[in-house]
């Protein structure tokens, strides 16, 4: 698969930190051109100072022009992972209606958004293409307090779906994959709390959380030309979790 990335533009979301930050790294030693979109230009900075394939694009991606705008210098780009998502935790019956539309905003809408933007311009030039949404095993299962989020990446799955079932005729294939926990900033604001970590280990069946690198290499397996009849999955990598 190494050489499927080279000459490739692949662009990552949310690549700032965590899983986007460690999976723009990898398909830069890869051999790939990566266009890095996030939100802090100061995470940007850092990430672009470590590999020269990788091009910083500092955006809102909750600005819909804002982010058409962003990536429009950078097409063709062949792959991209919908990385970028925020968590934010509360009770069902404490939902705040601002909670829902920001992280409806990000989860769900800038996936349209940047897809729709790379997706036109590969059909125009009669181009294939590979897109990875990062969705959750809580697209699948219910988590305490995580009901919005939950329901933000059931949202995700569905669009992959139908996104696959659209694009597929342009040979554009679109997936997601399902991740358990990861201890990264976003996996400590649920995960951090001994309790509540060991609640949701004793339900994997291989009793540990997932490191970066285990989210990171299916992502680039399904990027790449190995997957190519795979088409509007939903991918677990939670241990067995979602199997149990
Ligand atoms: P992090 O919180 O570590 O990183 C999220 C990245 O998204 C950051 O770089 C952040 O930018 C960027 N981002 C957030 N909002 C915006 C925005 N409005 N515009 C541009 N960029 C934005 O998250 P993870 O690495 O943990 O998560 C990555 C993906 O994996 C997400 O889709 C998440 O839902 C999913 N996931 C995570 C799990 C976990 O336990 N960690 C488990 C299952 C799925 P900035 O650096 O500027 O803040």
Not at 125 to 138: C, Y
Not at 195 to 211: D, Q, R, T, V, W
């Amino acid at each position: 698969a190494e050489n499927d990335f080279q000459n490739k533009t692949v662009c990552v979301t949310g690549a700032g930190r965590g899983i986007g930050k460690s999976l723009a790294l990898r398909l830069a030693e890869l051999g790939a051109k990566v266009i890095a979109v996030s939100k802090s230009d100061e995470n940007l900075k850092q990430l672009a100072a470590q590999n020269n394939k990788i091009i910083p694009v500092c955006v809102d991606l909750c600005d819909w022009n804002a982010t058409k705008e962003a990536i429009k210098p950078h097409l063709p780009i062949q792959l991209l992972v919908n990385n970028a998502a925020v968590a934010i935790l509360d009770s069902f019956l404490e939902v705040k209606p601002d909670d829902f539309d920001s992280l409806f905003n990000i989860n769900v809408k800038s996936i349209i958004c940047v897809s729709q933007e790379i997706a036109c311009d590969l059909i125009e030039r009669k181009m294939s293409g590979s897109i990875v949404n990062v969705s959750s095993q809580a697209a699948s299962a219910a988590l305490k307090d995580h009901s919005i989020y939950c329901a933000s990446k059931a949202a995700v799955d569905g669009l992959t779906r139908v996104m696959a079932m659209e694009l597929g005729a342009h040979q554009i294939r679109v997936n997601s994959v399902q991740p358990t926990v990861v201890l990264t900033d976003m996996g400590r604001i649920g995960w951090s709390d001994d309790k509540k970590a060991a609640g949701m280990l004793s339900k994997i069946p291989l009793n540990k959380f997932a490191e970066v690198e285990d989210v990171v290499e299916p992502i680039i397996f399904l990027l790449s030309n190995k997957s190519q009849m795979i088409n509007g999955v939903s991918l677990p990598i939670d241990g067995g979790f979602l199997a149990t």
